[in-house]
């Protein structure tokens, strides 16, 4: 898939730079990752194509509705199929092609993507939620040097990324308690900016507020990143952490306090806070606030599982 749209021939100088400048802000329109899952994709369509004697670029509607029953049979997610399909469009888009041969505009990719849907479900599948039980258990079998990282990721249910990039100067403590900012995430691509306000802990061995200052002190730590790797003779890195580091440490974490962490991950502790807080009776509003989530719909997966044991009419029963 080109990142370069904008081509030129025989431009003055001033031209030929607004030309680069151009596919600059082009590749910049989306993050690396999905660039790179974009690619990806396409490089997968190609080699189906190439092996099926099929043309990629351009392609037809007829061999897209192939390639998701190539799909289907492989048992890809449907997710993961619309992704894929969305690769496709954008490869076309990319080359010139008006219209996207993946498009669900033509009949026969449309019935066969219904048809795809239906046959492999389109339940996600979803990592465990760490709530509270599960946070004490961590803190008590991991690392001291762990328990700011897994105690600022629950309390503020934040993503891989933005806990792998947090800054010292993202940090704002007061009486009332600790505001941090995120300049950058995966629903603010623009960088407008969001804030985090956590409090105080009720107890002070799970204050994350208290755990995240003694991990500050302990690390020497006075300037970005904030969460660092420790080596096994405690020196402590210079540079952050990986995001992908992120759902070791919890996993290992996890296996260490004798829980089955086959479904753990780096999302787990975000995914803990927003069912935790709707057990406890927080309401959707001020659970989005802090998870940051812009639409409710997909809030509702993370609460609905605390919200569906709190109300819950058979308790009502008398049994």
């Not at 033509?106 to 239906?118: D, M, N, P």
């Not at 258990?137 to 990039?165: V, Y």
């Not at 309401?283 to 639409?295: D, F, G, L, N, Q």
Request: hydrophobic fraction near 40%; proline fraction near 3%.
């Amino acid at each position: 898939m080109q990142d370069k749209l904008i081509t030129s021939s025989h431009l003055s100088t001033d031209l030929e730079d607004l030309i680069h400048k151009a596919n600059d802000l082009i590749r910049a329109a989306k993050a690396p990752s999905i660039r790179k899952a974009y690619q990806s994709d396409f490089r997968i369509f190609e080699s189906w194509c190439t092996a099926h004697g099929l043309a990629s670029l351009p392609s037809a509607p007829q061999t897209i509705a192939l390639y998701i029953a190539s799909c289907v049979v492989a048992r890809l997610a449907p997710a993961t199929i619309a992704r894929r399909l969305a690769s496709i469009s954008k490869a076309h888009q990319a080359a010139g092609f008006e219209e996207s041969p993946a498009s669900t505009k033509h009949f026969v990719v449309g019935e066969v993507l219904k048809g795809a849907r239906r046959t492999l479900g389109v339940a996600q599948k979803c990592k465990d939620p760490l709530v509270l039980n599960d946070i004490c258990r961590l803190l008590a079998a991991c690392p001291k040097n762990l328990r700011a990282l897994i105690l600022i990721g629950f309390a503020g249910a934040f993503r891989r990324s933005e806990l792998c990039a947090m800054s010292v100067s993202d940090l704002c403590f007061s009486d009332s308690g600790l505001l941090i900012t995120v300049p950058r995430s995966k629903a603010d691509q623009e960088q407008a900016g969001e804030r985090v306000a956590i409090v105080f802990g009720e107890h002070k061995d799970t204050c994350p507020i208290r755990a995240l200052r003694q991990w500050l002190k302990a690390a020497n730590v006075k300037e970005s990143p904030v969460f660092r790797g420790v080596d096994r003779h405690g020196h402590v890195a210079s540079t952050g952490l990986h995001r992908d580091s992120i759902a070791a440490i919890f996993k290992t974490a996890a296996a260490r306090s004798g829980m089955n962490a086959t479904n753990i991950a780096g999302h787990s502790v975000r995914a803990g806070m927003a069912t935790q807080a709707a057990l406890n009776g927080s309401s959707e509003r001020a659970i989005a606030r802090t998870t940051r989530h812009k639409s409710r719909r997909i809030l509702r997966r993370y609460i609905r599982p605390g919200e569906m044991f709190r109300e819950n009419a058979s308790a009502a029963l008398g049994l």
